[in-house]
C-alpha cells in the first residue's frame, strides 16, 4: 500500500516536456512567478523603517518595510526586507540602490528568498577560484 501511494506520489511531482521528465517538487505551494521582496543588507543602526521606505520610494510602490530587530538587544540586526507592489519596481530599485551608501554605509540588495517554514534555507556558495591574494592562481 505504502509504495503504490508513492509511485502516485511521484506520477504527481512528475510532468513531461517534450518527452523529457521534469521533477517538480513543492515543500508547501509552488514558487511565485514574481519577486517583488528585496533583501537589504549593510544597513546602519539609524535607519528606520520609515527611511527606508523613503529611500526606495522612488522606485514604485513599497507595500511593506521590514527592520530585523535582535531578540536580547532591540538593536537592528543591520538589514531588512522592502517588498513592491510590482516586481519591475523591484528589480530597478536594485539595480540601483546596489552599492549605494544609505546613511554612510554601503547597501547589500539582492532578491529575497521565500523561507518554507520547517525547512532549512540551502544557499549555494561559490568557491574561491584564482584568488590572487592566496597565491592559488
Known amino acids: 500500500m505504502k509504495n503504490s501511494i508513492v ?6 511531482l512528475t510532468t513531461t ?3 523529457t521528465a521534469l521533477n517538480l517538487r513543492y515543500y508547501c505551494s509552488p514558487p511565485s512567478s514574481s519577486n517583488a521582496k ?9 535607519v528606520n523603517e520609515k527611511s527606508l521606505q523613503d529611500a526606495f520610494s522612488s522606485f514604485g510602490e ?15 540586526r543591520g538589514f531588512g526586507f522592502v517588498h513592491f ?15 549605494k551608501a544609505l546613511l ?13 517554514r520547517g525547512e532549512p534555507v540551502v544557499v549555494p556558495r561559490l568557491r574561491n577560484t584564482g584568488d590572487s591574494s592566496r597565491g592559488d592562481a
Open 104 to 116: 554612510g554605509r554601503p547597501l547589500r540588495i539582492s532578491h529575497a528568498l521565500e523561507r518554507v
Open 62 to 76: 513599497v507595500t511593506e518595510v521590514k527592520i530585523i530587530y535582535d531578540r536580547d538587544t532591540g538593536r537592528p
Open 17 to 19: 516536456v517534450n518527452n
Open 38 to 46: 528585496l533583501f537589504v543588507g549593510g544597513l546602519s543602526w539609524s
Open 7 to 12: 509511485s502516485i506520489a511521484r506520477r504527481a
Open 85 to 99: 507592489s510590482k516586481e519591475e519596481d523591484a528589480v530597478s530599485a536594485k539595480d540601483a540602490m546596489d552599492g
